[in-house]
């Protein structure tokens, strides 16, 4: 008997230290999340991206999950993401039947 494959979706995030907080762009939902501490921002930024995912299967609003950041930041990401003084890490968000690998880039600039 074949086992069922679960569906892998990937998502970027590019994280940022600005003055006084950190923000996290999810770049395929193109959200933004803000919080005073990285922790914090990681946590908002899943947290986002996971209640967006179930609303929009809740909704079966599916054809308007993706929506794109602006090219100039996913360009930015790219090139942050090979920044040797930026930090790499990735991790699984699970939802029934799909699970999301999140690549966080994280950045001190």
């Known amino acids: 008997m074949a086992t069922k494959r679960i569906p892998e979706f990937r998502l970027d995030v590019l994280i940022k230290k600005e003055k006084e907080y950190f923000t996290a762009h999810c770049l395929q939902f193109d959200l933004v999340a803000t919080d005073?501490?990285?922790?914090?921002?990681?946590?908002?930024?899943?947290?986002?991206?996971?209640?967006?995912?179930?609303?929009?299967?809740?909704?079966?609003?599916?054809?308007?999950?993706?929506?794109?950041?602006?090219?100039?930041?996913?360009?930015?990401?790219f090139v942050l993401a090979h920044n040797k003084s930026?930090?790499?890490?990735?991790?699984?968000?699970?939802?029934p039947d799909k699970i999301f690998k999140i690549q966080e880039v994280i950045c001190h600039v």
């Open 36 to 77: 005073d501490t990285l922790e914090g921002v990681q946590k908002a930024i899943v947290d986002l991206c996971r209640a967006h995912i179930e609303y929009s299967i809740q909704n079966d609003n599916l054809d308007y999950l993706f929506s794109p950041a602006p090219k100039e930041v996913w360009a930015e990401y």
């Open 86 to 95: 930026c930090d790499v890490k990735q991790e699984n968000l699970s939802i």
